[in-house]
């Protein structure tokens, strides 16, 4: 990364990195409020008042000048980042949201980023910020239409880069960047809108996955798959267009589907106990516990030898 930050293309552009006070990071932390202004100095930090927030600037996300243009980056800062975004890809808020590469001095893309946010929340009727929440985006990338992901990408135009922390161990992963904003109208289905409203549920089953001790041994200790998102996102879905309403029996569901591997959504044996959960919320895990092993063993057979 700092290699890149450094490259000749980009040593003449600004280079920033954005976080969220929602989060608070302990003052001895290098890259907590405190440590920053030690460090970059006040001058370099910037607000960046998003309009659902700005009422109250000290939990506004921050933007910090890693390095204004024909300056290097330190080597320390960018090693301080990628151990602090490892550390927190699992964290349901995270405190770093992306890297950027840019033209555009600490005001203007501040302003600039706030709009886009504002544009997205009025096209998808709900405060949705992506940008500044890196699940969010990477729930985008993997769930949005093309055309939506164009639209998004085109909102990025003057910016260079736009790296985000992944769920697969904080990595920094590059946002598609537009050359222009020719195409700037996102198209928000409803379908998708509605997806968006349960974003939680799907973090949370990430993040419960990512944790789970319930793993066949032959998963534990490995990385999460790359799709693991998608994959999640489905399971919620599928779990409420089945009729789920209580949020431990859609997780429960999103589990036991994951931890073997079978779309249980298949087999009546399944679809009875989500009837009865429909009728008595929180019932889903009691109900699979009470019914015999055999039965999903011989569920898993069915599945495995179709």
């Known amino acids: 990364m700092l290699n890149k930050l450094n490259a000749y293309e ?3 552009k600004y280079r920033y990195l954005l976080v969220d006070n929602l989060v608070a990071l302990q003052d001895e932390s290098p890259l907590s409020q405190r440590s920053l202004r030690n460090t970059v100095g006040e001058k370099n930090i910037a607000n960046v008042l998003r309009s659902d927030l700005s009422h109250d600037p000290k939990v506004c996300p921050t933007l910090i000048t890693l390095a ?3 300056k ?3 080597k320390a800062i960018i090693t301080d980042i990628t151990a602090q975004a490892s550390l ?3 964290w349901p808020k995270r405190y770093l949201c992306a890297v950027i590469i840019t033209e555009l001095a600490p005001k203007a893309l501040a302003e600039k980023l706030v709009a886009i946010g504002d544009k997205i929340a009025d096209s998808a009727q709900l405060p949705f910020y992506p940008f500044f929440e890196p699940f969010r985006l990477e729930l985008l990338q993997q769930v949005a239409t093309l055309e939506t992901q164009n639209g998004l990408s085109a909102q990025l135009s003057a910016i260079e880069g736009y790296y985000y922390p992944s769920i697969h161990q904080g ?6 960047v537009a050359i222009n904003d020719e195409v700037i109208d996102t198209n928000w289905s409803r379908a998708l809108v509605d997806s968006l ?3 939680k549920l799907t973090q949370t089953l990430v993040i419960a996955w990512a944790n789970s001790r319930t793993k066949p041994a032959s998963q534990q200790g490995l990385p999460l798959a790359n799709g693991i998102i998608l994959q999640c996102h489905h399971l919620v879905e599928q779990a409420i267009t089945l009729g789920l309403t209580n949020s431990n029996d859609i997780l429960f569901w999103g589990l036991t589907s994951l931890s073997v591997n079978v779309d249980f959504a298949k087999y009546e044996e399944a679809l009875t106990l989500i009837k009865q959960a429909k009728h008595s919320p929180g019932t889903l895990s009691q109900g699979f516990i009470d019914t015999p092993k055999s039965v999903w063993d011989n569920i898993i057979l069915r599945d495995k030898s179709q």
């Open 171 to 176: 990595l920094l992963t590059p946002y598609p």
């Open 10 to 12: 980009h040593y003449f």
């Open 68 to 70: 204004e243009p024909a």
């Open 72 to 74: 290097y980056l330190e």
């Open 197 to 199: 409203t349960h974003l």
């Open 88 to 90: 927190e890809c699992l």
